[in-house]
């Protein structure tokens, strides 16, 4: 009998621990879209403080200006074909006459 006690006080106290979940927490729409970007913002910022110990200094600034540009895409600020425009810089096939002034 002393046996059967010790294993009912086992299963007793293993059912608290079983029941234990975590509350799960409904957020609301505006709620739910401050807590995204404020994740967002963490993540980029450990990326960039993470991706920054490897560069030499002279690349920082083109790899956060590419970021940059990036994250500008994502957010909707710019399009695509705009950031392709500041990275590449493609001549312009049509370039207009040069004014008298600038001979």
Do not use: H
């Not at 799960?24 to 993470?50: A, H, M």
């Not at 490897?54 to 950031?83: P, W």
């Amino acid at each position: 009998e002393g046996e059967e006690g010790e294993d009912e006080e086992a299963e007793e106290e293993a059912v608290p621990e079983e029941e234990e979940e975590e509350e799960i927490i409904e957020l609301t729409g505006k709620e739910l879209k401050l807590r995204v970007d404020l994740l967002q913002n963490i993540i980029t910022l450990f990326v960039w403080s993470y991706t920054r110990r490897g560069l030499l200094d002279s690349d920082k600034l083109t790899v956060v200006s590419m970021m940059c540009m990036n994250i500008l895409v994502r957010a909707g600020k710019i399009t695509a074909e705009e950031k392709e425009t500041l990275i590449r810089c493609p001549p312009d096939p049509n370039p207009p006459a040069m004014p008298e002034n600038a001979r």
